[in-house]
Every structure is written in structure tokens, then in C-alpha cells.
């Protein structure tokens, strides 16, 4: 059974940071494409930044350019997502989903497996 468990979500204010992780276990790590996923109140799902474990493709969307930096410890089946200078705007609560057999950039349509999420609250 593939489980993905996301950790370390909270609340922090804005211009603070927070290090999200993702746990895989149950699958070839180096076969997937990792990617964090976010979803605010009331708003659509969004990729927020992708990594391929194989090739090492990275992924930013233009709202985590800068600010976010993902990574992996393959030897901890671990992807993490190092939020930096952190706005209200990045409150939601973020899912980590894997996808077999594809590189960066991702489309949550196209994951093969999810987290439950674990919520990020920003506040002024």
C-alpha cells in the first residue's frame, strides 16, 4: 500500500517560515514525480512546486518562485517543502501527491497517489 504523509504545517505569521514534509512509503521513490499541491477555503486545488526524483526536475509555480524551495532525502523516501517569507494568501492546507513514471511539472489530475494534507495558517 503507497501512504504519503505530509508533516509540519502550523500557524506562523506572515514573513515566517515553515518546512513541510512528505513521507512516502510503498513505492519505488525513484519512479515518481512528488509534488505539493494546495487548496485555500473555497478555491481550487493548486500546484505550488514538483520534483522528479530520477531526473531531479524541479518545479515552481510563479506564487512559489523565490520563497518556496523543495527537496528530497531519497534515503528517507522524504520530499520537503522550505517555505520562506510567507504571506496570508498561503494559507490552505497543502497535499503532497506522487505520480508514476513522469517528470516536472505535474497536473493534480495526473497523481497517482495523495496525502490527507497538513494545514497552513498565515496570519497579518
Known amino acids: 500500500e503507497v501512504l504519503l504523509v505530509e508533516s509540519g504545517g502550523g500557524l506562523v505569521q506572515a514573513g515566517g517560515s515553515l518546512r513541510l514534509s512528505c513521507a512516502a512509503s510503498?513505492?519505488?521513490?525513484?519512479?515518481?514525480?512528488i509534488g505539493w499541491f494546495r487548496q485555500a477555503p473555497e478555491k481550487e486545488r493548486e500546484g505550488v512546486s514538483c520534483?522528479?526524483?530520477?531526473?531531479?526536475?524541479?518545479y515552481y509555480d510563479d506564487s512559489a518562485q523565490g520563497r518556496f524551495t523543495i527537496s528530497s532525502d531519497n534515503a528517507k523516501n522524504t520530499v520537503y517543502l522550505q517555505m520562506n517569507s510567507l504571506k496570508p494568501e498561503d494559507t490552505a492546507v497543502y497535499y503532497c501527491?506522487?505520480?508514476?513514471?513522469?517528470?516536472?511539472?505535474?497536473?493534480?489530475?495526473?497523481?497517482?497517489?495523495w496525502g490527507k494534507g497538513t494545514p497552513v495558517t498565515v496570519s497579518s
Open positions: 501527491a506522487a505520480a508514476y513514471g513522469v517528470t516536472c511539472p505535474v497536473r493534480d489530475y495526473g497523481m497517482d497517489h
Open positions: 510503498g513505492l519505488n521513490f525513484d519512479d515518481y514525480a
Open positions: 520534483i522528479s526524483i530520477s531526473d531531479r526536475k524541479i
